[in-house]
């Protein structure tokens, strides 16, 4: 068996309020055999405080968890396996940081789930138009922590996310920061208007749920690319939809419920 990390997790290096009990808690479950998806699991971006090594077997096993949910897209999950989720939570939730919930990140917000980021990422690279090449440029609405633009940056080579609440986008480029990821550009504006600067582009993923995709969207959206958002259905509920440009026009399909935040208009 591979070695392990040792422990306890330096976590708190970064997280003053993180209590190592439950992280080494959370350590219990990696003395199970090791699934192919932790074998696999890839090394994390280099971390200037040294945190990464110390979280990447927990880390792990929420990879191979999203494997067993069934995203079977190996890029996504090592792409999942390397952005460390706990550096964009609140200190004080640090602990929760890799199970399988979104979280409270202020202003009334939240941070998605793991397995629905991983989940969108996923749909977004299935796009017919992109015949299996690395994603352009990818507009993200609701950078909120700046914790999917993250996982963006690996699968994509532009990422643009745009913020409406100057609290959260203050707090994403300090947690986006340390992290020097040079192709992630965040923006405090409307995401309903989209960012045309960075259009066209061939991915556009919506963090926040409307009664419609905006047309700004559609407008700025690449030939061959797709948008994968939340909506709201005639009942009220949200789902995911996923709208594809082609010469022929629009392909819309709806998949399953989710739950985010409203995609609200003007900033605030
Ligand atoms: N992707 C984020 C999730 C943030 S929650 C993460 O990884 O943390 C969704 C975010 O969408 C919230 O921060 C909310 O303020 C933002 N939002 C809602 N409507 C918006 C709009 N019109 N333009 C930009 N952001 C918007």
Redesign the pocket.
């Known amino acids: 068996m591979k070695q392990r990390p040792s422990f306890p997790a330096r976590l708190d290096s970064v997280a003053p309020a993180a209590k190592p009990q439950t992280l080494l808690g959370a350590t219990r479950v990696l003395t199970k055999p090791q699934t192919a998806a932790a074998r696999h699991a890839p090394t994390p971006l280099a971390s200037p405080t040294g945190v990464g090594l110390d979280s990447s077997a927990i880390r792990a096993r929420m990879v191979q968890k999203l494997a067993e949910q069934g995203v079977d897209d190996a890029v996504v999950l090592d792409a999942m396996g390397r952005i460390e989720r706990h550096r964009?939570v609140d200190s004080a939730l640090v602990n929760q940081a890799y199970e399988d919930t979104s979280l409270p990140?202020g202003l009334g917000?939240?941070?998605?789930k793991p397995n629905v980021?991983a989940r969108m990422i996923a749909l977004l690279r299935e796009a017919p138009g992109l015949q299996g090449q690395p994603m352009g440029r990818v507009l993200?609405?609701?950078?909120?922590?700046?914790?999917?633009?993250a996982v963006l940056s690996l699968v994509a080579r532009e990422v643009y996310s745009?913020?409406?609440?100057r609290g959260?986008h203050d707090k994403a480029r300090e947690n986006l920061r340390p992290m020097r990821l040079p192709n992630v550009h965040v923006i405090f504006g409307?995401?309903?208007l989209g960012y045309p600067q960075g259009a066209p582009y061939s991915a556009i993923i919506a963090?926040?749920g409307g009664e419609a995709v905006p047309q700004a969207w559609i407008d700025q959206l690449a030939v061959g690319g797709r948008i994968v958002a939340p909506m709201q259905t005639v009942t009220g509920q949200q789902a995911l939809v996923v709208i594809d440009k082609t010469s022929q026009g629009l392909q819309q399909s709806l998949l399953e419920a989710v739950h985010?935040?409203?995609?609200?208009?003007g900033i605030a």
Do not use: N
């Open positions: 964009f990140i917000q939240t941070i998605s980021v993200e609405i609701g950078t909120g922590c700046g914790y999917q633009a745009i913020e409406r609440l959260l409307d995401g309903m963090a926040a985010f935040v409203p995609l609200k208009s």
